[in-house]
């Protein structure tokens, strides 16, 4: 929709008469969001950055430092937490690389209305358990190199290098499953002292990310009731009554740097959240459980057992990103508090007064045609099927067909009209994207159905779209030599 003629201050105050809300909302002291960008067509920077505003977000963490994304933040005085990924940790055990990476993308933007960097994230979550070690060698280093260059660069007092850490990094004896008795995970603990140790002497907070519904994912014997904030049968720890994982969860990290000498220190949760869809306890019904439990409780300060008082925390996430990694789990495409769009998902209160309403979503979101992609019901040869939507799955985002999902009530046609469809989008509606060997057709009608979406992409000057339609060819001319 086109704005023209009418001022954003103007836009806002109808807003306000509209839904009663005002676009400048104070959110809830130290909170942030996350901004991840793994998405086959992202909204342009500078229009994320506007909806951040317009909600009173001030601070967000982002996985890189993409000159796009800060130009867009230049001058909007948001705190940043920029990032190195886990695949230059190595690169940044040099020295001289590291300083060139802090001159790059922190020095570059340390002026007058430029960038507010407060922290450099170095790697993401480096140690967890699945990686199997492949960054335990590189991570000290590459954050001892990082605060050097930043404390060389006279940066070192207003910008804190930090390593987002997952909440696997620290656990209680099987013998003694408590807060009280947080340790550092055994294979790591030597390494994780020396990063304690250093974070401390550079007055640099420790970051965790923790994420309650990873308790109950794939865990049906796990309370339900204890992944959120409203009531549970408590765990009683030392006469401290748990009543919910993020608190239990927060306290065994208290415990585990206590057991380092360090009980004191700061703590950040960069990622904290709720997934909306691809799994039977994603939804958003649950989401808006979760923060409703979670605003709350930062807006009160309530803190925790062991650390009372407010904890900086960022939301996870932003945005859905349909081209993230589900090796995970299909819900990891589902995290935003807006969708893949910038249209909010359901009423949330950033505030913390329990005042839920829709956020304000992206202003001046072009889309593409009016057009889906469909199962040709007039195919006659069907053997083919299976192969097509599974490369149209492989090519494109399906995690909502998924067992529990928005989508898994679809009959097979529509199982296969979703995944013709998704694939579509992702190639920009390209005529030759919606052939599959004849079994799919274009519709202008809309097919999506009670819970399940059928989407139209947004128009992107930057969108990733896998494979090309040679691609698509090839199966084309292949399939029928294979089966």
Not at 177 to 187: E, I, L, N, T
Not at 407 to 412: E, I, M, T, V
Request: charged letters at 15%; a negative charge.
């Amino acid at each position: 929709m086109k704005t023209s003629g009418v001022s954003r201050r103007n836009m806002c105050l109808w807003r306000f008469v509209l839904v009663g809300c005002l676009c400048y909302s104070v959110v809830v002291d130290g909170l942030g969001v996350n901004w991840g960008t793994m998405a086959t067509h992202k909204l342009p920077p500078k229009t994320v950055v506007q909806m951040l505003k317009d909600n009173g977000i001030k601070k967000v963490k982002l996985f890189d430092a993409d000159s796009s994304t800060m130009s867009a933040l230049a001058g909007s005085d948001i705190e940043v937490m920029i990032a190195i990924p886990n695949d230059q940790l190595a690169a940044m055990n040099d020295y001289d690389r590291a300083k060139q990476w802090v001159n790059r993308n922190v020095t570059r933007y340390n002026f007058n209305g430029g960038v507010n960097i407060k922290y450099v994230a170095v790697g993401n979550e480096p140690f967890l358990s699945s990686y199997n070690g492949s960054f335990i060698n590189t991570t000290f280093p590459a954050l001892q190199n990082i605060q050097n260059a930043l404390n060389e660069a006279r940066l070192g007092d207003s910008i804190k290098a930090t390593v987002p850490l997952n909440a696997d990094v620290y656990n209680s004896p099987v013998n003694n499953p408590v807060p009280s008795a947080g340790q550092f995970r055994s294979d790591i603990s030597g390494i994780m002292a020396q990063i304690v140790n250093f974070l401390s002497k550079n007055n640099a907070p420790f970051t965790v990310n923790i994420y309650p519904f990873l308790s109950l994912y794939g865990n049906d014997n796990f309370p339900v009731n204890y992944a959120f904030f409203d009531g549970a049968t408590p765990i009683v720890d030392n006469g401290i009554q748990y009543t919910n994982v993020f608190d239990a969860n927060f306290d065994t990290l208290v415990s585990a740097l206590k057991s380092v000498g360090h009980g004191d220190m700061t703590i950040l949760v960069g990622e904290v959240g709720w997934p909306t869809d691809g799994d039977k306890n994603a939804n958003i019904g649950n989401a808006y459980r979760f923060y409703n439990g979670l605003l709350p409780r930062l807006a009160a300060n309530t803190g925790t057992p062991l650390r009372p008082g407010s904890i900086e925390v960022y939301l996870f996430s932003l945005i859905d990103e349909d081209a993230k990694s589900i090796a995970p789990g299909s819900f990891e495409r589902h995290w935003g508090i807006f969708r893949y769009d910038g249209q909010p998902k359901f009423g949330i209160d950033l505030t913390g007064q329990g005042q839920n309403r829709l956020l304000i979503g992206a202003q001046n979101v072009q889309y593409l045609s009016q057009r889906w992609c469909m199962f040709n019901p007039n195919a006659k040869d069907l053997s083919k099927l299976a192969d097509n939507i599974n490369y149209a799955c492989t090519f494109s985002d399906c995690t909502s067909l998924e067992y529990g999902s928005s989508c898994n009530g679809l009959d097979a046609n529509g199982n296969a009209s979703y995944a013709f469809n998704m694939y579509y989008q992702v190639q920009n509606q390209n005529d030759m994207a919606c052939n599959f060997q004849g079994l799919a057709m274009v519709t202008t009608q809309n097919l999506s159905t009670g819970t399940c979406d059928f989407m139209i992409q947004i128009v992107s000057s930057s969108s990733s779209l896998g494979p090309s339609l040679l691609g698509l060819a090839v199966l084309t001319l292949l399939t029928p030599l294979l089966l």
